[in-house]
């Protein structure tokens, strides 16, 4: 690596890119170090999971995003330990690679808040298995209960989507979309109004953040298209055939989509730097981690402060991503000889879709949107933030097609994900 | 099902798509059982494997296809045995599906030859699983030798393709061009010129029914394009790390893409009908089963004999769509009291494709063209065929983007084929 300073970046989403970006033409050599060769749109997720994207729409080689950037390489590898003696960092097959600078972005996983049996039979919606999961098991309920209407009694068409904060708000509205336009095409004898969408959320709004006009928005148009929100309601235990709502309901379904929150990455624990609550790392104003010098978090995995007061900022993409760039900036102010800056985290807005031309949309000055403007806001927004121009495309041709054709595209039960939810063979 | 006569079709694929859609609207019942949901684009399926579409790209849900056609209904099973006295085909999940007419469309395998090791160590590029674990393997070698370049002397980026039909040729050009062009890009300090493309045929030329002209064209083009063509060799034997050849040369490689050849499905034989060289099915010149009144064989798991003398029909594409209309016509002169017909194959010629504006393409009246128009033949033609207006767009913007940038963007090791390549973590 020459005489120049190396930064290792552990993690290859939102927040780790943008460093590795923030570093482009800088006197130091960046290493991005990801389990996967591929970065992840998680805002899309849901999309997949409910068959209107394809896999490949929103993952997108990180190789391919730094052709130009000639002082980056990119290795694919797991990171188990980190020897500050030496200052490099350890992977899963034993190599080592050395840093002067480390940035942690390894992201977050879901966290059950030890509801029984959550961890073993719902699914979460983090990454790109996890969709490409919730895809095919919802495609496999349809086919089961078309083979055998009997098992719809026995719940097999109940969908139970858990948190109601965006994920669940969008992952709820798209599945009730999902159901009433395009399954009733694909499986014309099944009766598919039988299937439900249960939303359910422990606080007494949907969307906690945004303001009330949104959130009842929210709850009014999901309503309307025959999703059951149960609010003040939560899971108390989740079976392979039921879950227990806290009231002591029971609801047979062989479907727990877990959109209730998100902890840090347990490596930022296993490596043994300060965690704060839901295993954030603890770092400076400057985003530094409490104690060390040249060890920055960034995205998911960090519990930055907002500088406006409060609690720590919340895990969204634009906070991984602004905090990634603050840190690249900071790096180069420390080779500059400069002292490093607070990180200021700027609120661009917030926004959720729904549906079908509904959405909800909170931007800067007090500017509320809902419906088919704010749809066409959200849409906007996210095609710019998808990696790549191909996948852009990919992403508005799929779009396109549903809107035009109330079609969708990639509903095939294909690929990583798969359950194993098929009913099993006889002896 | 009513008093209709009920049709059922087992597998999804050219065959049995055409005997369905060929009953749309005929006064019978159809049902559609296949093991996945989803039909697959077989001839793209190399593209998929050389990172060149999605996997999507050449899949397309059944049910899908069918939303306007009302006496049709589909299945997702998998057919394990027939009770012909109660003409019923009995699924693994132990449902039983009564007809009057049946179609056997269940396609074909990789067939090995017996060459020691190649089913457990090289992969077919007959399913969408199949593809997407090539995908996956390649990329895996790359990343391999990227952390570790010592793997190259190893045989890491060694890659051999056996089998020099269209398949194979489509297979090494597409391979030749993704290293030089893309990989090129992303692993700029692997000196990816290093990585060997072999391409193995028994015979002493490559495309073996082509025209001279063509075969010549396609081995120029691909050794331009830096592909060891090796004539006249075998493999006799493959293992984890090499493979040795009928000349007793031993070759280090991790990968081996087998596209020699297939053999009917094995269900044809375990149901007891008769089967002829290669385990195809022997049927009449109407296509019925030898020996069975109601029963019938289309595509790649039949063995049609050829009107014009020789031997059964090639094991392609446009013998199983025109085999599939064949019996959806023979059903319904039946219906009408009429004789059935002797099948006739109209051979409208064939064509492969090399790489980057380059292919060989033989259509009737002997025409030949090579280079640049049979490239734009083979898009246009194979755009044409591929299921899904949808998919026809995708498939076109992938193209399109891999034509006008020389990138590509499905390269994402993710999903369904992973082969567990990735080295061993340590103990």
């Given at each position: ?98 840093f002067d600078h480390l940035v942690l972005a390894v992201g977050a996983v879901a966290t059950y808040f030890g509801v029984p ?221 400069r002292p490093t800056q607070p990180f200021r985290f700027h609120d661009r807005g917030t926004m959720a879709t729904i549906g ?60 990583g994900g798969s359950d194993g939810g098929e009913r099993p063979a006889p002896p």
């Amino acid at each position: 690596m020459g005489v120049r300073p190396h930064v290792v970046v552990v993690g290859g989403g939102f927040g780790g890119l943008a460093v590795a970006r923030g570093l482009d033409k800088q006197p130091v050599e960046v290493t991005v170090i990801d389990r996967q060769n591929f970065t992840t749109f998680q805002p899309l997720l849901y999309q997949v999971a409910t068959s209107g994207l394809n896999a490949a729409d929103v993952a997108h080689p990180i190789r391919g995003l730094f052709h130009r950037q000639r002082n980056l390489r990119v290795q694919r590898g797991e990171v188990t330990a980190i020897d500050w003696d030496r200052r490099a960092v350890r992977l899963a097959d034993e190599r080592e690679v050395p840093f002067d600078h480390l940035v942690l972005a390894v992201g977050a996983v879901a966290t059950y808040f030890g509801v029984p049996g959550a961890d073993e039979h719902a699914t979460p919606l983090y990454t790109l298995d996890d969709a490409v999961q919730v895809r095919n098991h919802v495609l496999e309920r349809f086919e089961a209960a078309d083979a055998d209407p009997g098992l719809v009694d026995e719940g097999e068409l109940n969908f139970v989507v858990v948190g109601g904060g965006p994920t669940g708000v969008e992952t709820a509205g798209a599945l009730a979309e999902l159901f009433s336009v395009v399954f009733r095409r694909d499986y014309p004898t099944l009766g598919v109004g039988r299937a439900r969408v249960v939303l359910v959320e422990a606080q007494d709004a949907l969307l906690g953040p945004f303001h009330p006009s949104s959130q009842q928005a929210a709850l009014d148009t999901l309503r309307a298209r025959q999703v059951e929100v149960r609010l003040d309601e939560m899971v108390a235990e989740v079976t392979p055939d039921h879950v227990r709502f806290a009231s002591g309901e029971e609801l047979p379904t062989r479907t727990v989509i877990w959109a209730a929150g998100v902890r840090a990455h347990p490596l930022a624990a296993a490596l043994g730097l300060p965690t704060a609550r839901g295993g954030r790392v603890e770092v400076g104003d400057d985003l530094r981690v409490a104690g060390h010098d040249r060890v920055w978090a960034v995205g998911d995995v960090a519990a930055p402060r907002d500088h406006r007061g409060g609690g720590p900022l919340p895990q969204l993409a634009p906070v991984a991503m602004q905090s990634g760039g603050h840190v690249a900036r900071q790096i180069r102010r420390l080779l500059e000889g400069r002292p490093t800056q607070p990180f200021r985290f700027h609120d661009r807005g917030t926004m959720a879709t729904i549906g079908r031309r509904s959405a909800v949309a909170e931007l800067p000055g007090r500017v509320r949107l809902s419906g088919t403007p704010a749809w066409f806001a959200w849409l906007g927004l996210h095609l710019l933030y998808v990696a790549g121009l191909r996948n852009r495309l990919s992403v508005l041709l799929n779009w396109f097609w549903a809107y035009v054709t109330w079609d969708r595209g990639p509903r095939i039960i294909f690929g990583g994900g798969s359950d194993g939810g098929e009913r099993p063979a006889p002896p």
